[in-house]
């Protein structure tokens, strides 16, 4: 299984981004429990937005609202579209797929990993 994410950059506050995370050896349409971690610097990796095995979104109160997790089944990609940006949203984002158990918050839930792509917000 490989996932690569892509669309990170840098942008100023209030600007948004679009991130998709390509996935292989992986079937992001039928999988379980598949999303988005980041981790800021000097912070633990905290999850972002994941499909549950229900196909639910969920999301960090953090980005509830600002942030939407969604599915290109056609690319077999993951996308996080990214509104509202703030420098508290500066971080490593990160792709996780695999998820086996209903702690979708946890990263010890998830087999599979991309190896990350950096958001920096400016003020």
């Known amino acids: 299984v490989r996932l690569v994410e892509s669309g990170g950059g840098s942008v100023q506050t209030g600007g948004s981004l679009r991130l998709s995370c390509v996935a292989s050896?992986?079937?992001?349409?039928?999988?379980?429990?598949m999303g988005w971690f980041r981790r800021a610097p000097g912070k633990e990796r905290e999850a972002v937005a994941i499909?549950?095995?229900?196909?639910?979104?969920n999301y960090t109160d953090l980005v509830k609202v600002r942030f939407t997790i969604s599915k290109e089944d056609a690319m077999n990609a993951l996308i996080l579209q990214m509104n509202s940006l703030g420098p508290e949203d500066t971080a490593t984002y990160y792709c996780?797929?695999?998820?086996?158990?209903?702690?979708?918050?946890?990263?010890?839930?998830?087999?599979?990993w991309g190896q990350g792509t950096q958001v920096t917000v400016s003020s």
């Open positions: 996780a797929a695999g998820g086996w158990s209903p702690q979708w918050s946890e990263a010890s839930n998830y087999a599979y």
């Open positions: 050896g992986y079937s992001v349409r039928y999988g379980h429990y």
């Open positions: 499909f549950d095995r229900y196909g639910d979104e």
